[in-house]
């Protein structure tokens, strides 16, 4: 049982980035899932989740309006559309069941 992020990378202020988080022993459309980051020197912190019964989501403060999480579940992935990417959206992003976490993937915004 694993997650996998991938879709980081390094882009400009005000670009946009797609994560994906692909699950392997479990359904994603089954948990509740969510999306954290952490930047250097500061605590990891919540940015994004859905919830496993009706799909709702919840969001950040600073990620709201900008940021979008959604399932694939065809494909088994939890996904994190990010758009206006600001300098301070750098951090190293996770994908978690809150039980299970991914290796991360870094997201770093000039």
């Known amino acids: 049982v694993q997650l996998v992020e991938s879709g980081g990378g390094s882009v400009q202020t005000g670009g946009s980035l797609r994560l994906s988080c692909a699950a392997s022993g479990l359904t994603v459309s089954t948990y509740c899932m969510a999306w954290f980051r952490q930047a250097p020197g500061k605590e990891r912190e919540g940015v994004a989740g859905?919830?496993?019964?009706?799909?709702?989501?919840t969001y950040g403060d600073s990620v709201r309006g900008r940021f979008t999480i959604s399932r694939d579940n065809a494909k088994n992935t939890l996904d994190l559309q990010m758009n206006s990417l600001k300098t301070e959206d750098t951090a190293v992003y996770y994908c978690?069941?809150?039980?299970?976490w991914g290796q991360g993937t870094q997201v770093t915004v000039s």
């Open positions: 859905i919830y496993s019964d009706d799909g709702s989501t």
């Open positions: 978690t069941t809150m039980s299970l």
